[in-house]
């Protein structure tokens, strides 16, 4: 594998449901990132971890808790959704957490449909 | 008010004509402006890298432009394939990465 992987391609879960969403990167970067994509709106930056430390939470629901126990791994744990939060989840990754100079790759997406 | 702000959202074109996108933005100045493409279920992909100083970055048929005065930038798109049929996503960075909603290209033959 290379680059960087997430699992599952899609899901759909009901609102009391809980799952996790997985992304793994092959790329020995140290920055790793979750995005939210919806549909005709820029990308939403959600978290952010630099060396396994969360740096960045913009003020995400607590129904979205990351996780990331080493630099290659990071999760996204599930509960309690709305269906609001039906969406594309990017992860990303990059060198370095800086000014972002530093090109982010991104993961395929988790199309995520909360019913 | 999004800082970078995309146009047309969408537009369809035949294949082999070419096209240009646009992106305007309030961010300024910047470290570099970065053209993605996401194809259809894919991540976005980085196209060119500019720099606040230069005007022009060109990557096979994309040619990416950036006039610093009127705080705009353009994707280019020369002889069109069906494989450009992706969407296009413009992103100013500064401290943090400024997106835009991004313009749909459909190519048809």
């Known amino acids: 594998e290379t680059g960087v992987t997430q699992t599952p391609r899609h899901l759909v879960m009901g609102m009391t449901n809980k799952k996790s969403l997985k992304c793994e990167q092959h790329?020995?970067?140290?920055?790793m990132y979750w995005y939210k994509q919806s549909a005709k709106k820029p990308l939403e930056l959600m978290f952010v971890?630099?060396?396994?430390?969360?740096?960045e939470n913009n003020s995400v629901p607590s129904r979205f808790s990351p996780e990331c126990p080493n630099s290659s791994h990071l999760f996204l744990h599930l509960h309690t959704l709305q269906p609001e939060d039906s969406a594309l989840y990017l992860c990303?990754?990059?060198?370095?957490?800086?000014?972002?100079?530093?090109?982010?790759?991104f993961g395929p997406g988790t199309r995520l449909t909360v019913l | 008010k999004n800082q970078v702000e995309q146009s047309p959202q969408s537009l369809i074109i035949l294949e082999g004509k070419n096209c240009t996108l646009q992106c305007n933005y309030t961010v300024s100045p910047f470290s570099n402006l970065r053209w993605y493409k996401q194809d259809t279920g894919r991540g976005p992909v980085s196209l060119t890298i500019?720099?606040?100083?230069?005007n022009t970055k060109s990557n096979g048929r994309y040619t990416a432009t950036l006039d610093a005065d009127t705080k705009q930038s353009s994707l280019h798109i020369t002889a069109s394939q069906l494989s450009d049929s992706a969407s296009y996503i413009c992103?100013?960075?500064?401290?943090?990465?400024?997106f835009g909603a991004g313009t749909t290209v459909t190519v048809r033959a």
């Open positions: 971890y630099n060396f396994k430390e969360q740096t």
């Open positions: 992103v100013v960075s500064v401290h943090k990465l400024s």
């Open positions: 990303a990754s990059s060198q370095e957490l800086g000014t972002g100079g530093d090109e982010q790759f």
């Open positions: 500019m720099t606040f100083s230069e």
């Open positions: 790329l020995g970067h140290n920055a």
